[in-house]
């Protein structure tokens, strides 16, 4: 049985917990047993009893109550134990995402249990051996799973979310309830400003990342990449130096401390391409590098490139999609 | 008086290719160069500030080799008072045994009198990524954790920190003493200054060994990502390449 930690934006289930599914289904079909999935606080569960049947779910758990209308990791990892307890689960799946380390994290304390983060691939199960991401993704490890409950993080597009191979009918959906120690509830979100539009959550989510690094040369340096940005309907995305030196703010970095982006084009000036921002950016479907460096690990790692300096290139697409725009 | 303990992880300041070693067990090491995780140094400067508002005090501590003192030395020069060293090989010690390790720190200084109201750690390390270290400490320790929080500040007794989510920006008020984990962004870790040098360079480390077995981290080796074949088609050369890069645009269907 693989129980798996399903995270909601507006009712529905993120991509990354359909993903999280997807790993968990092929998982099972290994290992025998069913897949389910639990969701904490969510207000309208019925339909992802229907969303997370069509991708293999057998049974949603729903655990609700007064300690999780609002987030903390303590609380719900009680909610995700009380499920796993209920079902004996042997294996808890959650997604790479900062909640679902959080609260797998604190799984593993509780059960003094090995936690394996960002994990791409499962090798042998007897012992389960896993390979997952380290170095931001520059580097794989393979690691020895003892003990149980097995606890596993699975990493953004390790595999793509696909529904189940036959119709399958809506999960059953189960409602349940548990106490939580104090402990827990004193570390909950006590408020939450909503984020600006154009915060980071954009720019995970953006169809075109326009990107600047070093190259800009200065603060004054980015008005093409911004003005290219805008004409594209994307979203700015820079490389850790520019936020080091206080050129543009931090939530446009991406990177392995940053955003994990993943448009459709990603277009990167003035970035050489080190693993730190290469562990943001490469999920990009197509990579349109502009450097002056033919040889930068930026160029040669992208689909196409421009070899030329950003602040003469860029203002000239600009001026090109202008001038057909008229 | 907020006396705040950082932990640090000295890591590889990898930046172009990375190598392994024959072994398949760590970095191949000879031409790389360590820093302090980036997460960590935005803990340490966190830790400085809170310390300096209030008159308490910052500790700064690692587990690792004798040349991590390199690292705890970075974080005296910016205002640290104090640093731990528990000597060791990082690669023996898995999250859980790293964790405990640095429980058995906190609890043998409380018997001694020093007391950390507020633990800083990073939220996952540049290197292994656990992204678990600061959980299972707090677990040890049975304090209240909050993880990847960019900004905290200290008052009666509660830390108020701050974090982004999908949602939005996140406020926790967590009763002291507590565990925190930070995220890069908050804040702008300073530099050392001539005189914090000095003194970091005066200011005795204690050196302590583990105080049990570790299990380890479960590691069977390192490999790398398979090599993606790419062959990488340039469209021009300078400004003369606009027309081809908005023909690719539109070919895309990006550009209108």
Redesign the interface.
């Given at each position: 049985m693989i129980l798996v930690v399903v995270e909601t934006a507006a009712g529905s289930a993120t991509e990354v917990s359909l993903e999280s599914v997807t790993f968990a289904r092929a998982l099972a079909e290994r290992t025998s047993g069913p897949v389910h999935a639990v969701v904490v606080g969510d207000e309208r569960p019925e339909d992802l009893a229907d969303q997370l049947g069509r991708y293999g779910v057998a049974a949603v758990h729903h655990v609700t109550g007064d300690p999780f209308t609002a987030y903390g990791g303590g609380t719900w990892a009680t909610a995700v134990a009380a499920v796993r307890e209920a079902i004996d689960a042997d294996v808890v799946l959650a997604p790479g995402t900062p909640r679902g380390m959080e609260v797998l994290a604190h799984l593993g304390a509780r059960y003094d249990v090995p936690m394996a983060a960002n994990v791409v691939a499962v090798g042998d199960t007897g012992p389960l051996v896993v390979t997952r991401q380290v170095l931001g993704g520059a580097v794989l490890e393979e690691m020895s799973m003892a003990g149980r409950p097995v606890l596993l993080t699975v990493a953004g597009h390790a595999v793509e979310a696909a529904q189940a191979p036959d119709p399958a009918p809506p999960a059953a959906l189960r409602e349940l309830s548990t106490d939580v120690a104090e402990i827990d509830l004193v570390a909950r979100v006590t408020a939450t400003e909503p984020a600006e539009p154009d915060r980071s959550g954009a720019l995970a989510s953006a169809r075109v990342v326009v990107g600047a690094g070093r190259g800009a040369g200065g603060p004054e340096g980015f008005d093409g990449v911004v003005e290219l940005a805008e004409l594209l309907d994307g979203a700015v995305g820079v490389s850790r130096v520019v936020t080091s030196l206080g050129w543009r703010p931090h939530h446009e970095q991406v990177g392995q401390t940053g955003s994990r982006i993943s448009p459709e084009l990603y277009i990167p000036c003035g970035i050489s391409g080190a693993i730190q921002h290469w562990a943001g950016c490469a999920s990009s479907k197509t990579i349109l590098a502009i450097n002056t460096d033919e040889n930068a690990p930026m160029v040669t790692k992208a689909t196409y490139a421009v070899i030329g300096d950003m602040a003469e290139v860029v203002p000239a697409i600009n001026a090109e999609i202008r001038r057909l725009q008229s | 008086m907020t006396n705040v303990l950082a932990c640090i992880k000295r890591v590889?300041d990898?930046?172009?290719e990375?190598l392994?070693s024959a072994d398949g067990q760590g970095?191949d090491a000879r031409f790389v160069g360590f820093t302090i995780s980036?997460?960590e140094s935005c803990a340490v400067e966190l830790a400085v500030r809170i310390a300096a508002a209030d008159g308490g005090s910052a500790t700064v501590l690692t587990l690792g080799p004798a040349d991590a003192v390199e690292q705890l030395r970075t974080a005296l020069g910016v205002g640290c008072s104090a640093a731990v060293l528990i000597e060791a090989d990082p690669a023996a010690f898995?999250?859980?045994d790293v964790?405990r390790e640095i429980a058995a720190v906190v609890a043998a200084h409380a018997e001694g009198g020093r007391t950390y109201d507020l633990i800083l750690l990073g939220?996952?390390a540049?290197?292994?990524?656990?992204?678990?270290v600061?959980?299972?400490l707090?677990?040890?320790l049975?304090?209240?954790?909050?993880?990847?929080i960019r900004t905290v500040e200290v008052a009666a007794a509660t830390a108020v920190a701050r974090g982004?989510?999908?949602?939005?920006?996140?406020?926790?008020?967590?009763?002291l003493p507590?565990v925190l984990t930070v995220?890069?962004?908050?804040v702008?870790p300073r530099y050392p200054s001539i005189t914090g040098r000095m003194k970091a360079k005066k200011t005795p480390v204690e050196v302590l060994a583990p105080t049990r077995e570790p299990r380890g981290?479960?590691?069977?080796?390192?490999?790398?990502?398979p090599a993606?074949p790419?062959t990488?088609?340039?469209?021009?050369?300078?400004?003369?390449?606009?027309?081809a890069?908005?023909a690719?645009?539109?070919r895309?269907g990006?550009?209108?």
């Open positions: - | 590889p990898t930046a172009g990375v392994l970095l980036a997460h898995g999250p859980a964790a939220n996952d540049a290197d292994t990524g656990d992204f678990q600061g959980i299972r707090a677990h040890e049975g304090r209240p954790v909050v993880n990847g982004d989510s999908l949602d939005g920006e996140e406020t926790y008020r967590v009763p507590a995220l890069e962004g908050g702008e981290s479960g590691r069977v080796r390192l490999t790398l990502p993606q790419n990488v088609e340039v469209l021009g050369e300078g400004p003369d390449a606009a027309a890069v908005v690719l645009l539109h895309m990006v550009a209108r």
